[in-house]
T-cell receptor, first 112, second 113 residues
Framework: NAGVTQTPKFQVLKTGQSMTLQCAQDMNHEYMSWYRQDPGMGLRLIHYSVGAGITDQGEVPNGYNVSRSTTEDFPLRLLSAAPSQTSVYFCASSKQQNQPQHFGDGTRLSIL | SQKIEQNSEALNIQEGKTATLTCNYT??????LQWYRQDPGRGPVFLLLIRENEKEKRKERLKVTFDTTLKQSLFHITASQPADSATYLC????????????FGRGTSLIVHP
């Protein structure tokens, strides 16, 4: 039982490049979410999904896309990376959105 | 707008003492509030959840209170140990709409041997 797995753990991109951050959970959780964590800012919600085929925007969705084709996977896509997107990204899942979340260990992303 | 306040300064205490961390919120009424622990380089780990109709919740050495009148939650660690050193995040969730929690910035706790 791996919990929430995020890949890659570290990534450096150049401005304008695109990439996908992967997130997978093996707990059959319906609710999944993506956060970014910046110094002094706390965790901010980017996008979330209440089940396969359903996604919605969080607090800071601009510049990011998500899809949820399966219960297990919830990838986050950066369309055209910008230095302002340098951050640590966390994926989380829970049985339902009003229940405690399980977090992955994050992807540390630097945009040059 | 909704606002969550946690002490930005680190809390330093001696081993064996009780640590008390504060979470204040404004401009909304949470249906429940969660506390998480985060270690450097790791994702947050869930500790406790308390609902708006509960005054207090306990789990081993941990205790959480929830005062909806003061708009405040207190998180206590009794008989603290150096291994309790971490950042603690509070995350209230509003009853209206999606019940999605909003995270505070966290308070760093340092327990000295």
């Amino acid at each position: 039982n791996a919990g929430v797995t995020q890949t890659p753990k570290f990534q450096v991109l150049k401005t304008g490049q695109s990439m996908t951050l992967q997130c997978a959970q093996d707990m059959n959780h319906e609710y999944m979410s993506w956060y970014r964590q910046d110094p002094g800012m706390g965790l901010r919600l980017i996008h979330y999904s209440v089940g396969a085929g359903i996604t919605d925007q969080g607090e800071v969705p601009n510049g990011y896309n998500v899809s949820r084709s399966t219960t297990e996977d919830f990838p986050l896509r950066l369309l055209s990376a910008a230095p302002s997107q340098t951050s640590v990204y966390f994926c989380a899942s829970s049985k339902q959105q009003n229940q405690p979340q399980h977090f992955g260990d994050g992807t540390r992303l630097s945009i040059l | 707008s909704q606002k969550i306040e946690q002490n930005s300064e680190a809390l330093n205490i001696q081993e064996g003492k009780t640590a008390t961390l504060t979470c204040n919120y404004t401009n909304y009424s949470p249906a429940y509030l969660q506390w998480y622990r985060q270690d450097p380089g790791r994702g947050p780990v869930f500790l406790l959840l308390i609902r708006e109709n509960e005054k207090e919740k306990r789990k081993e050495r941990l205790k959480v209170t929830f005062d909806t009148t003061l708009k405040q939650s207190l998180f206590h660690i009794t008989a603290s140990q150096p291994a309790d050193s971490a950042t603690y995040l509070c995350a209230p969730a509003a009853s209206g709409g999606s019940y999605i929690p909003t995270f505070g910035r966290g308070t760093s706790l340092i327990v000295h041997p």
